[in-house]
């Protein structure tokens, strides 16, 4: 099993409309703290420029940074400093973030967590009670591609607890530096190139980019295919999705029979996040259909009943027993 983030509670148990009812609309399952957040939370911080520690090598964007240990007492506010500007999408709260990033304790310098290492960056939403509110807070407003270092105090970090997995106090400020690599809200699409689509007994989905759900047109004059189909509508040129990561995605779903959508993110105001491990357990197909295809694509998946809910589908909605599920999803991210 790949080690998580320290900053992340449980991977999310995949969407809990897939493996429910399906009512049209999508929940967005979300990563919590792993700090459980205080039933008041505290007030916004004040944000200043430092004391921030020197950055001493891995200087450039996407490079694993060294940071030497603080000197001196930190402050009391929220340290922020953008050490690279950006020059991507301005990031806003409950916006996912797609981002690298280290942190290390104050006073010993300690190193208690990061991501370069794992060669796979952190997909987190900007939201209150998913990501300690340092995070939140320092990098909203910012753009993607920045290089944003900061110095988090307890009250905005993991507050009088601290985090014991990561030997982290209650008295302790933690510093990060964290590169911005993208971000996402209900509004993103994938961004891929166009790829014909030549196959008359597949399905067709729209090619537009502008956020709005794309068009899947079945002709039902067409048997459902016996076997998964998965096949690129606009291929990205991002890394290929292994089948132990979480990917974060738009997607609309249509019964094959009867064309009825069963569920989508699109208009919903929310992405979906979900872990392929677990999706396995709920609709095997779209695990299997996703594993393997790049982030920054649009995927056709057709399902056969085997893979999809079989006799056993969820009560109440549009999706019936032998149903052939059809599938349009944007692989906006992956961590």
């Known amino acids: 099993m790949r080690r ?15 493996a429910g009812c399906g009512d049209g609309k999508s929940d967005s399952s979300k990563a919590s703290a792993s700090a459980t957040p205080s039933a008041s939370a505290p007030p916004p911080p004040k944000i200043v420029e430092g004391p921030l520690p020197a950055i001493t090598a891995g200087t450039k964007f996407g490079e694993k940074p060294t940071v030497a240990k ?6 009391k506010d929220l340290a922020v400093k953008t050490i690279i500007p950006g020059s991507g999408r301005t990031v806003a709260e409950n916006d996912f973030v797609e981002a690298n990033y280290l942190g290390q304790i104050w006073a010993t310098g300690k190193v208690f967590d990061n991501s370069y290492d794992r060669h796979r960056p952190l997909v987190l939403q900007l939201a209150q009670g998913s990501i300690i509110d340092g995070w939140r807070y320092a990098l909203t407003g910012k753009k993607a591609g920045s290089r944003v270092q900061i110095a988090v105090p307890p009250t905005w970090g993991y507050g009088k607890s601290g985090n014991a ?39 067709t989905v729209g090619t537009n980019t502008d956020g ?16 998964l189909v998965s096949t690129y509508v606009l ?31 699109y208009g919903s105001g929310r992405l979906a996040q979900f872990s392929l491990e677990q ?24 399902i056969p009943p085997d ?4 006799n056993t589908p969820p009560s109440g909605g549009v999706v019936q027993k032998g149903s052939t599920l059809v599938f349009s999803v944007d692989i906006l991210a992956a961590m």
């Open 4 to 18: 998580r983030s320290l900053l992340l509670a449980a991977v999310p148990a995949g969407l809990a409309t897939l």
């Open 70 to 75: 603080g000197q001196g007492d930190p402050s």
């Open 165 to 203: 997995q990561a030997g982290i106090k209650g008295t302790d400020t933690l510093v990060f530096v964290i590169d911005v690599i993208d971000s996402f809200n209900s509004k993103s699409s994938a961004k891929g190139k166009p790829v014909p689509q030549n196959d008359a007994a597949l399905p």
């Open 212 to 227: 709005s759900a794309p068009d899947i047109k079945i002709d039902k004059k067409n048997a459902p295919p016996k076997k």
């Open 235 to 265: 291929e990205g040129d991002g890394p290929a999705v292994t089948a132990d990561q979480t990917v974060l995605c738009q997607f609309k779903g249509v019964v094959w029979e009867s064309g009825k959508t069963f569920q989508e993110t």
């Open 279 to 302: 999706m396995q357990q709920a609709v095997k197909g779209l695990a299997q259909g996703l594993t393997g295809k790049k982030v920054g694509s649009r995927v056709l998946v057709v």
């Open 307 to 310: 893979l999809g809910y079989g």
